[in-house]
């Protein structure tokens, strides 16, 4: 192997991972806009724009309660049963790590006391919950939940649900984003043996 391929490759550590863009559609849930304090979608609805819902009803959050990020959020339980919402996601880099991001509260009007949600992309899923306990409406209590994974296909299907039963009282959902994992510097180590490396190859040369 020459000096310039151990140089190369080494170089390529510090390199942050260059996945092509993953874009969530409406992952802000801000359309439609919506009117009142809420409006209630039921499964086969297309008006949450970019989003199948399935399973039971879901509100979307105009102005009843704080929403997280923009204008609206969801509540993944409307008239009570567990809903689905779900999409496909396209521009992944197969075998590229990646991590979903979604802001997640509960319903604070009713119970239960602790949310549950589960959520998913392609054949990775994790389950989350909430304690909406001394939360209002006006201060909801927003937490950011993560889930990591590896890309498997250029497109994924994304899907969250509840896993409540009985209650018309909610998971809440926001600010769904999905990044690049971030990437692992190379030590100062590494840098010096490139520098050592690079120094040899000069040496070399002038020999």
Known sequence: MS????VAALAMTTIASTAGAVAVVNGGFEDPSGSGSFNT?????????????SGASIDHITNYWQ?????????????GGNATISQSVSGFSVGQSYTLMFDMAGNPAGNPAVKKLIASIGGTSGSYTFDKTGKTLSDMGWETMTLSFVAGATTLSLAFSADNSGTSFGPALDNVRIVDAPAVPLPAAGFLLIGAIGG?????RKG
Do not use: P
């Not at 000096?3 to 151990?6: A, N």
């Not at 979608?41 to 819902?53: C, D, E, F, K, Q």
């Open 41 to 53: 979608y039921s499964a086969g609805s297309t008006a949450l724009t970019g989003w199948t819902i």
């Open 3 to 6: 000096i310039r391929t151990i």
């Open 67 to 79: 929403n997280s990020e923009g204008q609206r959020s969801i509540d993944m339980q409307g008239n």
């Open 200 to 204: 040899l190859g000069l040496m070399r």
